[in-house]
């Protein structure tokens, strides 16, 4: 695979003289958050980061998407943390959009460049720094672990986008194809981030309607996006939050490929008892 370049924000503010008028919409089934909301008066704070700041793309609702959080992270040449997670318990994902982090864990250190994901397990010990020239940016993704009696929790593994084949979609001829980091029949995972790729006139050729939660990161691309009853044009740069059952569907336009970074929860029974 030839090396690929993913969207990511810079932040700014729009000038006075912008419309008001954009994509950005919250219903009761979905959400989408357009990559021009991405300003500097919209970022967050984090506990013992330095010289890092963060855009929170999603976080658990009672009554919307309940099982994650996602933020990118936009990390200052020698900015990181040696204590990034201040909860028990949570499992993360990194992905590397922009320049390169040092991932150290356990002790041993691991150099993510742009395409670098990294899986962490719940209650890792992890730091992370910036230790190059250049701003670093990437995708931090946050779950509870739900353990499950008699399944240890998964391995902690680092690979990067270009080192792995996506694996295409039956019966789509290629168009349409995953790029998976773990086993999907490897039940100790209870969420799988993946990227997904559309050639130009790709489509998810039917309303899927499921009970996985998403978050859905265009690294490339634009499409048009059916979410719940509405067609909704995105492009790189944008997110889309989706709830359980929220139905979906996909028509990449091109000219080039559409792609983006997806989370969803799996693997585990409906919780009953709470």
């Excluded at 890092?52 to 990118?72: D, H, K, N």
């Excluded at 320049?99 to 899986?119: F, I, M, N, S």
């Excluded at 779950?143 to 009696?149: H, I, L, N, T």
């Amino acid at each position: 695979m030839s090396n690929a370049t993913y969207y990511a924000p810079k932040g700014g503010l729009p000038p006075q003289t912008q419309l008001l008028t954009d994509r950005a919409v919250f219903t009761d089934a979905y959400a989408v958050i357009p990559k021009g909301t991405f300003s500097d008066i919209v970022t967050s704070f984090l506990p013992f980061w330095e010289g890092a700041r963060f855009w929170v793309l999603s976080r658990p609702l009672s009554g919307f998407a309940e099982t994650f959080s996602q933020y990118i992270a936009e990390v200052q040449p020698g900015g990181g943390s040696d204590r990034p997670e201040t909860e028990a318990g949570v499992e993360a994902v990194i992905f590397v959009v922009e320049g390169a982090v040092t991932l150290t864990l356990g002790g041993e250190a691991h150099r993510l460049k742009t395409g670098g994901y990294a899986y962490l397990p719940p209650d890792a010990d992890w730091q992370v720094r910036n230790t190059g020239d250049a701003v670093a940016r990437f995708h931090w993704i946050r779950k509870a672990y739900q353990r499950v009696e008699g399944l240890d929790a998964p391995d902690a593994l680092f690979t990067n986008e270009q080192d792995i084949a996506p694996t295409p979609m039956p019966d789509t001829n290629g168009v349409w194809a995953t790029t998976r980091f773990v086993d999907p029949t490897d039940l100790r995972h209870d969420m799988h981030v993946t990227i997904v790729t559309f050639q130009p006139g790709g489509v998810i050729p039917f309303a899927e309607t499921h009970v996985m939660e998403h978050g859905l990161y265009v690294l490339e691309g634009k499409a048009v996006y059916r979410l719940n009853q509405d067609w909704v044009e995105v492009e790189a740069g944008d997110y889309m939050w989706l709830r359980a059952f929220c139905p979906q569907a996909c028509y990449a336009g091109g000219p080039g490929p559409f792609r983006y970074l997806l989370y969803k929860d799996v693997n585990r029974h409906m919780a009953l008892n709470r």
